[in-house]
């Protein structure tokens, strides 16, 4: 791995040295555009729509419009925003990781400490272990000033970009009203569902089909050219899922259940009611969406 951006972590008067690295990469095939007709490769130019001249990119600056006016930026002018020059992490806050939004989280950095004595970085990581806090930072990073946490994994620190708050849309839609019910056997059935697929989660059991099925494709294209049927590489499969509305709520809820019991190898239990059932309390009606 390559640094991104070399920096310190300003915790109080504590000064920590890292090194940022990029924690995550793209598993995609990569796939380039061509012309149907020859295979031609696509290429896009930049062309001013002024002098109609293709310009390198050493000689591309940035503008803002409004109300008519444009305001060109020169790459020296938005390097001189303070902000943009600072390459501090800056500590504000600890807080519990369950206030923060999953919505609000953006790309990882694994930090490497940058100095000949690790003890800051190492001590910085284990009081977060130890009070069971992450960090609320602040820092500039490619022309944006953000917001994170620094949080622990393994032995190592991770800086988690996040989204401003004014970043994440507000919605209310319509159909999720309160006048939407949910009956206490349709909670009952969908609990049961999700009791049946419970499980610990473990990353390395899932795994990307539509990249696995890509590069079965391509390998069967370069054995077979143009001859290649796609039904004999992938075999015909029978689609069982709808795109329409669920009309009968139960009835697919029941047969969610009893595909996986089947599935299992579970024997459905004798029908019981909520108040039979030891340990468990009767769902009453509410309104509300499943969930």
């Known amino acids: 791995?390559?640094?991104?951006?070399?920096?310190?972590?300003?915790?109080?008067?504590?000064?920590?040295?890292?090194?940022?690295?990029?924690?995550?990469?793209?598993?995609?095939?990569?796939?380039?555009?061509?012309?149907?007709?020859?295979?031609?490769?696509?290429?896009?130019?930049?062309?001013?729509?002024?002098?109609?001249q293709i310009v390198d990119y050493s000689d591309i600056d940035k503008a803002f419009e409004e109300d008519g006016r444009t305001v060109v930026l020169a790459k020296e002018e938005l390097k001189a925003i303070p902000a943009e020059n600072s390459h501090e992490i800056e500590v504000v806050q600890f807080v519990p990781s369950d206030q923060l939004d999953p919505m609000t989280f953006e790309k990882s950095y694994f930090l490497e400490p940058d100095s000949t004595s690790p003890k800051a970085y190492v001590l910085l990581?284990?009081?977060?272990?130890?009070?069971?806090?992450?960090?609320?930072v602040q820092f500039a990073l490619r022309e944006k000033t953000r917001l994170g946490v620094l949080r622990v994994r393994g032995n190592v620190?991770?800086?988690?970009?996040?989204?401003?708050?004014?970043?994440?849309?507000?919605?209310?839609?319509p159909a999720l009203a309160d006048t939407v019910r949910v009956s206490a056997q349709e909670r009952e059935m969908s609990a049961a569902l999700v009791e049946s697929m419970a499980a610990d989660f473990e990353p390395s059991d899932f795994t990307d089909d539509y990249q696995i099925q890509l590069r079965q494709l391509i390998e069967a294209k370069l054995d077979k050219g143009e001859a290649l049927d796609t039904d004999e590489t992938f075999g015909v499969t029978d689609n069982e899922a709808s795109t329409g509305e669920v009309i009968d709520l139960m009835e697919a809820l029941k047969k969610s259940l009893d595909r996986k019991r089947a599935a299992s190898g579970r024997t459905p239990p004798a029908k019981t009611t909520a108040k039979q059932r030891p340990g468990k309390k009767a769902a009453t009606d509410s309104s509300g969406a499943l969930g």
């Open 1 to 52: 791995m390559r640094a991104i951006w070399k920096g310190a972590i300003a915790f109080g008067l504590v000064n920590v040295p890292v090194k940022v690295y990029g924690a995550t990469e793209d598993h995609d095939i990569s796939l380039h555009q061509v012309h149907n007709a020859d295979a031609g490769r696509i290429r896009y130019q930049r062309r001013c729509e002024v002098c109609s």
């Open 157 to 173: 620190l991770v800086l988690q970009a996040l989204l401003w708050s004014d970043e994440v849309r507000e919605v209310d839609f």
């Open 125 to 136: 990581r284990r009081t977060l272990e130890d009070t069971d806090l992450v960090a609320v």
